[in-house]
T-cell receptor
Framework: GQQVMQIPQYQHVQEGEDFTTYCNSSTTLSNIQWYKQRPGGHPVFLIQLVKSGEVKKQKRLTFQFGEAKKNSSLHITATQTTDVGTYFCAGLNFGNEKLTFGTGTRLTIIP | GAVVSQHPSRVICKSGTSVKIECRSLDFQATTMFWYRQFPKQSLMLMATSNEGSKATYEQGVEKDKFLINHASLTLSTLTVTSAHPEDSSFYIC????????????FGPGTRLTVT
């Protein structure tokens, strides 16, 4: 079945440093979504990318969708303590309309 | 934005008993709801897709007789864990999608089940 892997699994950064998480799917995706889950919380939708090569920005967050629609990345510039949490990518396959969640990257910030 | 509620938020039950978890879309109609399971520090694993008015579709390896899903209305889906065992202890999260509006899924706050 479809697998979605993320690296790194954990990332500890000093506050103010940048952070990037990479997402790779074993199959071509219809679209990719990104979610953030705070400790003890539930996943919260961040963004959806649909087009090959698409780049979207939300303030300090930049999301990219690969040309082959099999990989994606999330980059956070100048991290803040509020960025703490686990970031999941999730690939959607229009064929079955199911989201397959990536393995997640847990971000911790050192103040 | 769209809101999904789950009840209860936490439940402790004895081994062998059954537990029902409710998932409601509060301000939109959700023809499709999804049930996930999440173990500590792990990703979300899709258990089943719940469609209003029809039988749920279970993922491979998920026992349909153990995890009973009912989607009786456009705003309510329930997951019943039958004859619970300690290994069923987990964080159960539902999500709902506003059909034909977006593929974005709105997640409920989750239910932490502990089976003693």
């Amino acid at each position: 079945g479809q697998q979605v892997m993320q690296i790194p699994q954990y990332q500890h950064v000093q506050e103010g440093e940048d952070f990037t998480t990479y997402c790779n799917s074993s199959t071509t995706l219809s679209n990719i979504q990104w979610y953030k889950q705070r400790p003890g919380g539930h996943p919260v939708f961040l963004i959806q990318l649909v087009k090959s090569g698409e780049v979207k920005k939300q303030k300090r967050l930049t999301f990219q969708f690969g040309e082959a629609k099999k990989n994606s990345s999330l980059h956070i510039t100048a991290t803040q303590t509020t960025d703490v949490g686990t970031y999941f990518c999730a690939g959607l396959n229009f064929g079955n309309e199911k989201l397959t969640f990536g393995t997640g990257t847990r971000l911790t910030i050192i103040p | 934005g769209a809101v999904v509620s789950q009840h209860p938020s936490r439940v402790i039950c004895k081994s062998g008993t059954s537990v029902k978890i409710e998932c409601r879309s509060l301000d939109f109609q959700a023809t499709t709801m999804f049930w996930y399971r999440q173990f500590p520090k792990q990703s979300l694993m899709l258990m089943a897709t719940s469609n209003e008015g029809s039988k749920a579709t279970y993922e491979q390896g998920v026992e349909k007789d153990k995890f009973l899903i009912n989607h009786a209305s456009l705003t309510l889906s329930t997951l019943t864990v039958t004859s619970a065992h300690p290994e069923d202890s987990s964080f159960y999260i539902c999500s709902a999608r506003e059909w034909q509006i977006s593929y974005e899924q709105y997640f409920g706050p989750g239910t932490r089940l502990t089976v003693t």
